[in-house]
């Protein structure tokens, strides 16, 4: 499998061409230093997000609590993230760090709030 | 109601938080004067991460940012008048200001730090032809509904512009299940970081149009389409033929960012005609002496780390002009020119020694080229860059001890 993609590693923005041989084996090409390959290799064999989205609201502030997930989750679970994030409910106060969803997408990755919510 | 205070800061955004939170560490009263019902500026709205990497080594989301230096700001003598809006100030340092709680509020500042940030060029800025239907949001107002009202803008979506606010909102959209048709770019390239480019365009597969603008919004109650065209790249004229009709029923604006200076403007504060900002020396001190400014309002950043460093300085230089008023001299100039839009400070004073930062914009992408800074016939820095981009504030550092004349900054291309 071959993709072309645009390094993210800094204002270069050099473009990649990455090869995922049958073996598993995977080249990076275009890249001008050494942080490109990193870059296209984890892009090509597990690309990670931090998901941030919204919760919803009771008794708050605001209507809505900025959350985000922990650390990076697989891109691939993205849109079950956002889902189990969609379907939340909560009870104002949130405070940042608390958490918003265990284990969202069963990723072992935590939803945490991202602002403090006063209650009304 | 009359008050004093050593050094007021008028905006409690991230520019401001930091100001005041330095002016507080070297021994000031400090009056933060915030419009909003919370500090934290637009911070609060940014919920996507990526901030902070430089500043706290780590990549936070922007309430997290925020909320970092408000609860510095809570374990201090800081006051912070939220719902309070700045009226004038003026070259003695009155600054008046009126709020619901407080009615006019008229205070006698040792210091005063401007940290007002910076506003959205809207609709009325471009001309665009066409009605004049709802649905026609700037970027930033659309991620304010979204991520702290609770509503949601539209369901199909056309962007003009690919500042990173607009791509972060593409995203954002899309995520919330509206369908991003395209974002149109009039340059044929984005000044937007590549991150959010792949990471909220190329993610989500929306289709990034370089050399193309709108020319027409349709509908009457609501924007039921628009026409994008091509532009020449020289001319930036629709190229007749081109056009092509998106039925949407929401257009974003993400066309470029102003810092708000009627106030500084309004109290004859010199500006810079390039930034849009004030005229200021190595202490970030603008020409009215006592009066510093810092953040956006003085130009616009890409980073707020960069900000917070910023009005960091300027918070410091605020304290020591409240407790030792003593005007600088300004000594020289710092010129920004051959392909340096911008650089800041403008001006070193007399007092201007040592290692000395120097932020600059580039107006075009450079490959390859090296950045020059001299004076008078002394070579202070040769760095050469793999890039350069109009997109992305470059930062060199300088010593400047010694100086008998102006700064010039250039660009030298490999001839």
């Known amino acids: 499998m071959t993709k072309e993609m645009i390094c993210i590693s800094c204002p270069m923005g050099c473009m990649l061409t990455v090869v995922q041989e049958a073996d598993g084996e995977v080249r990076v090409t275009g890249n001008t230093c050494k942080r490109g390959e990193t870059y296209g290799r984890q892009e090509m064999t597990c690309p990670m997000r931090v998901v941030t989205s919204l919760v919803r609201l009771e008794g708050g502030v605001r209507p809505v609590c900025s959350c985000k997930t922990r650390q990076p989750i697989p891109k691939a679970k993205i849109p079950q993230a956002l889902e189990e994030i969609a379907a939340q409910l909560k009870r104002a106060p949130l405070r940042r760090g608390d958490v918003v969803i265990a284990d969202v997408a069963g990723t072992g990755v935590d939803v945490i709030a991202t602002s403090d919510i006063a209650a009304r | ?415």
């Open chain 2, 1 to 415: 109601m009359n008050r004093k205070a050593d050094v007021v800061v008028i905006g409690g955004g991230p520019a401001g938080l930091a100001a005041a939170l330095q002016a507080d560490a070297a021994g000031a009263s400090v009056l933060v004067l915030e419009r909003d019902k919370e500090p934290g500026g637009i911070l609060q709205q940014c919920i996507h991460n990526g901030f902070g990497l430089h500043y706290f080594g780590e990549e936070l989301t922007g309430p997290e940012y925020a909320g970092r230096f408000i609860d510095r700001v809570k374990q201090t003598g800081i006051e912070i008048l939220t719902d309070t809006m700045v009226l004038e100030f003026t070259a003695d340092r009155r600054v008046l200001a009126v709020s619901a709680e407080h009615g006019l509020l008229e205070i006698e500042a040792g210091a005063i730090v401007l940290a007002m940030g910076c506003r959205e060029r809207t609709r009325g800025a471009l001309s665009i032809p066409g009605t004049r239907p709802a649905g026609v949001f700037t970027a930033g107002c659309a991620q304010r509904l979204t991520n702290m009202e609770g509503y949601m803008p539209g369901r199909q979506v056309v962007i003009l512009g690919s500042g990173d606010i607009g791509l972060i909102m593409a995203r954002r959209m899309t995520w919330e299940g509206a369908k991003v048709m395209a974002v149109c770019e009039l340059m044929p390239y984005s000044s937007g970081l590549n991150r959010n480019i792949v990471q909220c365009l190329v993610d989500n597969d929306i289709p990034l149009k370089f050399n193309h603008t709108v020319v027409r919004i349709h509908g009457r109650e609501r924007v039921e389409a628009v026409t994008i065209s091509e532009v020449d790249v020289k001319t930036k004229r629709p190229i007749p033929g081109t056009e092509e009709t998106i039925p949407c029923d929401t257009l974003l604006l993400s066309v470029g960012l102003l810092p708000e200076n009627e106030l500084s403007i309004a109290a004859g504060v010199e500006m810079d005609s390039v930034t849009s900002g004030a005229v200021v020396d190595e202490e970030r001190q603008t020409s009215i002496p006592g009066v510093f400014a810092c953040g956006n309002v003085l130009h616009v950043h890409d980073l707020v780390d960069n900000v917070s460093h910023e009005a960091e300085l300027a918070g410091r230089s605020a304290a020591a002009f409240a407790k030792h008023p003593a005007p600088a001299a300004r000594a020289h100039r710092v010129i920004a020119e051959g392909g340096v839009r911008y650089a800041v400070p403008q001006m070193l004073s007399d007092k201007a020694e040592g290692k000395i930062d120097l932020y600059f914009r580039v107006g075009d992408v450079y490959r390859g080229a090296a950045l020059l800074v001299k004076s008078g016939e002394r070579t202070l820095l040769r760095r050469k860059k793999p890039i350069m981009t109009p997109g992305e504030m470059e930062k060199v550092t300088v010593d400047v001890t010694g100086l008998t004349d102006d700064v010039h900054l250039s660009i030298e291309t490999e001839g």
